[in-house]
């Protein structure tokens, strides 16, 4: 038995009074995925630990199987790995988003949908103009930005401390930035060879204000400005961290003997990276709702010829939701139904050699409140021959009926791996 994954991130919701008291789940047109809940099997899962924040880091490493008390390091190291970015036992690597400020408040966390293109070009100005300048005053090589994907990107600290307060700008949207600043944890350790906490917060906070003055007056957004567009003017990094310690899912799971994630966020190519699957990029793969769901399903296709685990993770439904824009979050829930799963389940469903086809979300991004929310995400499981349960399409309130019940954090990747 092969398995796949097809992850639809920040794909659940909350009841929307303006869709009559349903959530998107239950309002989109997806007569895939509800076809695969009346022929399979549902139920709900808890993704993120107590404790930790309901980010996409924490989410997709425990729906793989990970105990996040033992790996989680925060999204910079696994970004780090995506980018091909090797850090020292010494490096702090922390995300480090290009986004919108206005009025003293965040208004967007993605710098108005910034191109990686143009994103290359001001990480490069900052590497020029701010880097230099802190690594110049340190007398060492302290600081380096290196560019990721559209807005997001890795900054780089040797030395820095992990012991530090961050706030997700995806979780903040209209609010002062000023006081969402970085700040030290309440006792943070002194660890050898590393900047204090309070340093190392000190030091990020300066580069956010330094990064804001040079942003703007950068000519890509002066142009910007001038026609009345967002500006991407100021760093925001959070979610640092150490490098990481994982086993691959083959050292985990011996039903796994090789695997291949696919997705166009570093973010999940690094979990991917320390997973020991290999990563396939797609042309066209955008991580918003113009992303190739064609080229993503054919190398779902390609790969599960070739090995028998494969993560297929789409962003779209995510970064609609942080945008507030119910029309087009449910656009980006029938493009997955109709464009990504229809397709692979067409293809798959005819081989003689059986495939196991997983969906679910990694935690929900409800539209009216354009944040992430740790509660349980619905999930359904299909393979040729599983005797169905009395679910009837997939939604959040259909799969608390599933037969699977409530599964914890890894009990999901445990249940997956005993279909055989």
């Not at 300048?133 to 820095?160: A, D």
């Not at 119910?326 to 059986?354: F, N």
């Amino acid at each position: 038995m092969k398995h796949i994954i097809i992850l639809g991130d920040g794909m659940a919701d909350l009841p929307v009074e303006r869709l009559g008291g349903k959530t998107l789940l239950q309002y989109a047109c997806k007569p895939m995925m509800d076809q695969l809940a009346r022929e399979g099997r549902c139920g709900r899962l808890i993704t993120v630990p107590e404790g930790f924040p309901p980010g996409s880091e924490v989410a997709n490493t425990a729906i793989l199987g990970y105990d996040l008390n033992k790996v989680y390091e925060g999204r910079g190291p696994l970004e780090a790995a995506s980018i091909g970015y090797e850090m020292a036992d010494d490096d702090f690597a922390i995300r480090c988003n290009i986004i919108t400020l206005e009025d003293g408040k965040i208004i967007t966390h993605n710098g108005g949908n910034l191109e990686t293109e143009d994103a290359r070009v001001l990480i490069e100005y900052l590497n020029e103009h701010l880097a230099k300048s802190i690594n110049e005053k340190e007398g060492c090589e302290r600081v380096k930005f290196i560019t990721g994907i559209q807005y997001r990107h890795l900054l780089v600290i040797k030395g820095g401390s992990k012991h530090i307060v961050c706030a997700p700008p995806h979780d903040h949207p209209n609010e002062p930035w000023r006081g969402l600043l970085v700040k030290p944890e309440e006792n943070a350790p002194i660890e050898a060879g590393r900047l204090t906490a309070q340093h190392t917060a000190d030091l990020i906070n300066d580069m956010i204000l330094k990064s804001q003055q040079l942003l703007t007056n950068h000519p890509f957004n002066q142009e910007r400005a001038k026609r009345g567009e967002r500006q991407a003017n100021s760093i925001w990094p959070w979610s640092g961290g150490y490098r990481p310690s994982m086993d691959t899912l083959m050292q985990q799971y011996p039903q796994v003997k090789s695997g291949t994630v696919i997705s166009a966020v570093d973010l999940i190519r690094g979990i991917g990276h320390y997973a020991g699957l290999k990563i396939v990029e797609v042309e066209g793969a955008t991580g918003l709702a113009n992303t190739n769901y064609e080229g993503k399903a054919q190398a779902a296709i390609d790969a599960l010829k070739q090995d028998d685990f494969v993560f297929v993770h789409v962003e779209a439904s995510d970064e609609a939701g942080h945008d507030g824009d119910l029309d087009l979050k449910l656009k980006t829930i029938g493009y997955l139904d109709q464009r990504l799963i229809a397709p692979i389940y067409k293809e798959v469903s005819q081989w003689s050699e059986p495939v196991c086809i997983a969906v679910l979300p990694d935690h929900l991004t409800p539209v009216e409140m354009r944040i992430h929310v740790g509660q349980p995400v619905p999930f359904l499981i299909w393979y040729r021959g599983i005797e169905p349960d009395d679910v009837q399409q997939y939604d959040e309130t259909s799969c608390v009926s599933g037969s699977y019940g409530l599964l914890k954090l890894n009990e999901f990747m445990q249940a997956l791996m005993k279909i055989e």
